[in-house]
Structure formats: C-alpha cells, structure tokens
C-alpha cells in the first residue's frame, strides 16, 4: 500500500524526516507532498522546499517514491495520484484539534480518504520549522533540528 506525507515543510526538518522515515518502513511507497502556497507566510519557494525534502531525506538514506509539489486542494491532489491515505505527524495535543478538522473537513470532500497519524520521536515533539527559522535567524545553532542541506540554505536565508 502507498501513502502520500501532505506538508508545508518551510523547510524540512529532523522532525518531518523522522515521520517520513517510520512511513517507508510501513508503506510500500511514500509520496512527499510538498503543497505550493498557503495561509501561512512561506521563507521558501515551493521549489527550494521540495529540493530541501529531496536534500534531507538524501542525507538520512531515504528512499521516497516521490517528492511533488501540488497546488489546489490535498483531496484532488490525492484523486489524480490514485492514493487514498495521507500521513501526518501528531507532535502534542494541540496538534490534535487542527488534524481532527483537516481529516473531517477531507472526508467530507472524499469519503475514499483517510488520514493516519504517525508520533515522532520524543526529541522532536516540540519541533516547529517557525521555531527552527526563528533560532536561526537569531544566529542559533540548528544542526540538531535540520540536516546540513538547509542549515545552510537557513544561515544565509536568514542574515538578510
Ligand atoms: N516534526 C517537526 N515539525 C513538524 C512535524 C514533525 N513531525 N509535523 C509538523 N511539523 C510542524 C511544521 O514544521 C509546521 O511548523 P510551522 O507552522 O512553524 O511552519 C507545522 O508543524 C505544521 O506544518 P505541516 O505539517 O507542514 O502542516 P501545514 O499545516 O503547514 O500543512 C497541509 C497542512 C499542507 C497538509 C494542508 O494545509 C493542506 O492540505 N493544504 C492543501 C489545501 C487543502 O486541501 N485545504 C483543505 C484542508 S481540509
């Protein structure tokens, strides 16, 4: 069975690798989904993110059957790839209200979806690509949150 991982990724990090990682172990194949805009202010081009996805999972040893970038909505993305399972981390309980709707809301829109929800590793429970940029930009050190693909695309971005 294959399964699609829906995401901003502004940009990738340990966290997201570490939920795309425990998928390829479930799935035969993981599509990564990088989506092109959103409500959310965005650092990076849809471009630099996915080839930040490719560059981070390059760098763990990760094989991806894919990593796409999609416009429009997840349910009609998920239609024309033919794939009826999305995949999404559950970090703490306020991710919760928000993937309850989302998984509702996408139901609703396709009953032939579902969603399932990986944990990440305890060490990322906490981790947001806000936060990451935000340490960043204040001339922190992020090796431990991200791979050195988009510390160092995070570096420059951020000391302008
Ligand atoms: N480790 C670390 N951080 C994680 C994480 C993990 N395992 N999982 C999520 N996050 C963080 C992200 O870094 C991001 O942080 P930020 O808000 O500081 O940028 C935050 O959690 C949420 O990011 P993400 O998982 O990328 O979700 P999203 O809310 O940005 O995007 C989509 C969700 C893209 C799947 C959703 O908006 C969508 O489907 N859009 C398409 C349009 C659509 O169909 N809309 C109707 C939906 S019902």
Redesign the pocket.
Known sequence: MKAVY?????PA?R??V??IRRATQIFDGVEVAV?RS?R?ELTFSAEERAALVRGSLEEAGIRVAAVTIFDG???DFMRSAGHTVFL??L?AISDFEFELQ?QL??RKLDPGITGLYLL?SEE?IY?????VKEIASRGGDVSFFVFPCVESILRERMAR
Do not use: A, E, Q
């Open positions: 829906p995401g901003t990724f502004d990090t966290g997201h570490d939920i989506v959103s959310k909505l997840l349910v999404r981390g970090r989302m809301m996408n990440p990322y981790l947001s690509s806000t936060l």
